[in-house]
Each structure stands twice: as C-alpha cells, then as structure tokens.
C-alpha cells in the first residue's frame, strides 16, 4: 500500500520556521523525484519545490526561492520542506508528491496544514 504521509505543519508568527517531513512507503522510493505543493484557501494548487531522484538538482517557485529548502534522505525515504522567514502568504496546506516517469505512477500525501499568522 503506497503512503505518503505529511508532517511538522502547524501555526507558525511571520518570520519564523518549520520543517515539513514526508515519509514514503510502500513504493521504491530513491527513483522518484519528490515534490512539495501547496493549496491556499481559494486558491489553486501551486507547485514550491522538486528534488530530483538521479541529480539531486532542485528546483523552486520564485516566491519561495532563498526561504525554502527541499532535500532527500533517501535511507528513511523521506524527503523534507525546510521553510525559514515564513510569511502569511505561505499559509496553506502543503501536499507531498511524488513522480516517476520511468515508471508512469504518481502518488499524493493527504497534507499539512501551515499556519503564519501574529
């Protein structure tokens, strides 16, 4: 049974930091690029951040880049959303994805929701 399951969301003031997790299973993780979404109220989903499985090249939304880091361990398969300098405009809920070409499959975590607010 494929899983991926989001967490370390929560309520966070402007200018603070969260550490997003996702942890994968049931699929072969290390070949899949991974992606972090993010869903505002009224808004559509938008895509903030890939790390790719063969480079480990990453690749950002400008409105995150140089506040977000994405990066992979993939002995725990797992991969994590560093956001630092946090602003309202990133509340959301935040989806982990992940994508693998070679094989045709595509899987979403169910989110987590992050908060910035005073």
Same mark, same amino acid.
């Given at each position: 049974?494929? &899983?991926?399951?989001?967490?370390?969301?929560?309520?966070?003031?402007?200018?603070?930091?969260?550490?997003?997790?996702?942890?994968?299973?049931?699929?072969?993780?290390?070949?899949?690029? +991974?992606?972090?979404?993010?869903?505002?109220?009224? /808004?559509?989903?938008?895509?903030?951040?890939?790390?790719?499985?063969?480079?480990?090249?990453?690749?950002?939304?400008?409105?995150? /880049?140089?506040?977000?880091?994405?990066?992979?361990?993939?002995?725990?398969?797992?991969?994590?959303? &560093? +956001?630092?300098?946090? /602003?309202?405009?990133?509340?959301?809920?935040?989806?982990?994805?992940?994508?693998?070409?070679?094989?045709? +499959?595509?899987?979403?975590? /169910?989110?987590?929701?992050?908060?910035?607010?005073?």
């Amino acid at each position: 049974q494929v &899983q991926l399951v989001e967490s370390g969301g929560g309520l966070v003031q402007p200018g603070g930091s969260l550490k997003l997790s996702c942890a994968a299973s049931g699929f072969t993780f290390s070949p899949y690029a +991974m992606s972090w979404y993010r869903q505002a109220p009224g /808004k559509e989903r938008e895509l903030v951040a890939t790390i790719f499985s063969a480079t480990g090249n990453t690749n950002y939304a400008d409105s995150v /880049k140089g506040r977000f880091t994405i990066f992979r361990d993939n002995a725990k398969n797992t991969v994590y959303l &560093q +956001m630092n300098s946090l /602003k309202p405009e990133d509340t959301a809920v935040y989806y982990c994805n992940a994508d693998s070409r070679y094989y045709g +499959m595509n899987y979403w975590g /169910k989110g987590t929701l992050v908060t910035v607010s005073s």
